[in-house]
């Protein structure tokens, strides 16, 4: 698979395509677009048929291959595979709904997913290199958390993450600074903003560019993005085989469809891939908070990028969402409206959501994940589960933010995945917010 940079499209008709190590290794493309895929492959046929019958792995590596072919062997993909995904992500079912719990990997998220492919694929495709990889990261929090924990204890990669100094939850902080090993943390006497300017400003040093091999691993990387095609396959997957088993009144071409709570809309960018793949999917539901720029595109066909709002929601507090290029550059709006309904979610209907949720079904929603919920409620979608199953995506567990749903619903429960996380001795160092400090330090 060849891959085009967002902005080359329009300036040279897609005519330079780069390798997927070469997109994924360089992150961002050369002319500042976002790497995308030259097409979007479809799964063949047979494998379309069995999907009931294929397990979650099989599924993925189905799903990831054609993305990687002829750079990244079957073999190793399965390993990679493996060991990237070795938790569940499982299909619960929620008065009339279903709810895709992506919140079961090592830091409680959905990101976990994309941080422990990239890192794995990282490793295969540098493999043979003398020179370790340095791997620089920005974060407001939940970012550098997985991708600090996907990478820990990869050989021949190093990461360093710059968290902003008392911005972040004390389990962010012992996710992204709590693990040591080859993952370095600093935290910085300033903003996130802060944080990603130094970041950028390292880059551009051609001093450092000598001294090190330098990579980014934020979010716009193709590498995170491909993998959280999978969860969507497999999920619909689930629901075809389970309507069988449970003696649904299935009917052949009924299908899920899903509801994304979005923010940089990288994950519902995934769900897009697996559709158009040929996953068993009906249609989607892009869910935002305040910062409603693409569901007021969507409307209006008016794309206003704005200044993110602070919202509970936070990971979503997105004004101009960088993944939507990505988007725009495979479909049309016309096209988009055919199978996505934008929706967007006040921070007082989200709250109402999750008290909600749990007086009603004893089930604790995290505020993103809530924003989702109530997006159906406000589309006033009715899901009917033999015949057209909504399942809204889970992105966080609600153990990561207590501090807002606790007050709606008395104590979450909290996994021992969080808990251990808990007892790490977060150990970083603390720089002022300036170029100079960084070089000394790294
Ligand atoms: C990153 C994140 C989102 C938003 O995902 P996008 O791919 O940026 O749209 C939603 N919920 C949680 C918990 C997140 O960490």
């Known amino acids: 698979m060849k891959y085009y940079s967002t902005k080359s499209k329009v300036t040279n008709g897609f005519k330079d395509g780069v390798s997927f190590a070469t997109a994924a290794l360089t992150g961002l493309a050369p002319d500042g677009g976002l790497f995308v895929p030259a097409e979007i492959p479809r799964y063949p046929k047979a494998v379309e048929m069995s999907f009931p019958q294929m397990a979650f792995h099989d599924i993925a590596v189905e799903t990831i291959m054609p993305f990687v072919d002829g750079e990244i062997p079957v073999s190793i993909l399965e390993d990679i595979v493996q060991s990237a995904f070795n938790f569940s992500a499982p299909l619960v079912i929620v008065g009339d709904?279903?709810?895709?719990?992506?919140?079961?990997?090592?830091?409680?998220?959905?990101?976990?997913?994309?941080?422990?492919?990239?890192?794995?694929?990282?490793?295969?495709?540098?493999?043979?290199?003398?020179?370790?990889?340095?791997?620089?990261?920005?974060?407001?929090?939940?970012?550098?958390?997985?991708?600090?924990?996907?990478?820990?204890?990869?050989?021949?990669?190093?990461?360093?993450?710059?968290?902003?100094?008392?911005?972040?939850?004390?389990?962010?902080?012992?996710?992204?600074?709590?693990?040591?090993?080859?993952?370095?943390?600093?935290?910085v006497e300033g903003s996130f903003d802060d944080c990603q300017r130094l970041v950028k400003a390292a880059f551009a040093d051609e001093?450092?560019?000598?001294?090190?091999?330098?990579?980014?691993?934020?979010?716009?990387?193709?590498?995170r993005l491909i993998p959280q095609a999978v969860y969507y396959a497999t999920a619909a997957a689930e629901v075809l085989k389970r309507s069988t088993e449970v003696g649904w009144d299935w009917q052949p071409n009924s299908r899920v469809s899903f509801c994304v709570p979005s923010g940089n809309f990288g994950n519902l960018t995934a769900g897009l891939y697996a559709y158009t793949m040929g996953a068993p999917i009906s249609r989607f539901i892009a869910a935002t908070n305040v910062n409603k720029t693409v569901p007021e595109?969507?409307?209006?066909?008016?794309?206003?990028?704005?200044?993110?709002?602070?919202?509970?929601?936070?990971?979503?507090?997105?004004?101009?969402?960088?993944?939507?290029?990505?988007?725009?550059?495979?479909?049309?709006?016309?096209?988009?409206?055919?199978?996505?309904?934008?929706?967007?979610?006040?921070?007082?209907?989200?709250?109402?959501?999750?008290?909600?949720?749990?007086?009603?079904?004893?089930?604790?929603?995290?505020?993103?994940?809530?924003?989702?919920?109530?997006?159906?409620?406000?589309?006033?979608?009715?899901?009917?589960?033999?015949?057209?199953?909504?399942a809204v995506?889970?992105?966080?567990?609600?153990?990561?933010?207590?501090?807002?749903?606790?007050?709606?619903?008395?104590?979450?429960?909290?996994?021992?995945?969080?808990?251990?996380?808990?007892?790490?001795?977060?150990?970083?160092?603390?720089?002022?917010?300036?170029?100079?400090?960084?070089?000394?330090?790294?």
């Open 97 to 187: 709904r279903l709810v895709l719990e992506l919140f079961h990997g090592p830091t409680a998220a959905f990101k976990d997913f994309g941080a422990r492919f990239m890192a794995r694929a990282f490793s295969f495709l540098r493999r043979g290199e003398d020179n370790p990889l340095n791997i620089l990261v920005a974060t407001s929090g939940d970012t550098g958390g997985a991708v600090a924990d996907g990478f820990f204890g990869v050989e021949g990669i190093s990461v360093t993450v710059l968290y902003p100094k008392g911005r972040v939850s004390p389990l962010q902080e012992r996710q992204i600074a709590g693990l040591g090993g080859n993952i370095a943390a600093i935290a």
């Open 207 to 223: 001093g450092l560019k000598k001294r090190m091999v330098l990579s980014s691993a934020n979010s716009i990387n193709v590498a």
């Open 297 to 390: 595109y969507l409307q209006t066909s008016i794309y206003t990028p704005r200044e993110s709002q602070k919202t509970l929601s936070t990971a979503m507090d997105v004004g101009d969402p960088s993944n939507f290029d990505r988007i725009l550059a495979n479909w049309s709006l016309n096209t988009l409206r055919k199978f996505i309904t934008g929706v967007w979610v006040s921070d007082e209907d989200t709250k109402k959501a999750i008290a909600d949720v749990h007086e009603k079904y004893g089930y604790f929603l995290d505020p993103h994940t809530a924003v989702g919920w109530a997006g159906l409620d406000l589309l006033n979608i009715r899901s009917v589960m033999e015949l057209y199953p909504y």
């Open 393 to 442: 995506l889970a992105t966080a567990h609600p153990a990561k933010f207590a501090e807002i749903v606790e007050p709606l619903t008395g104590s979450v429960p909290v996994p021992t995945i969080i808990q251990n996380a808990m007892l790490r001795k977060p150990c970083a160092k603390t720089i002022p917010a300036d170029l100079n400090a960084l070089m000394d330090v790294i």
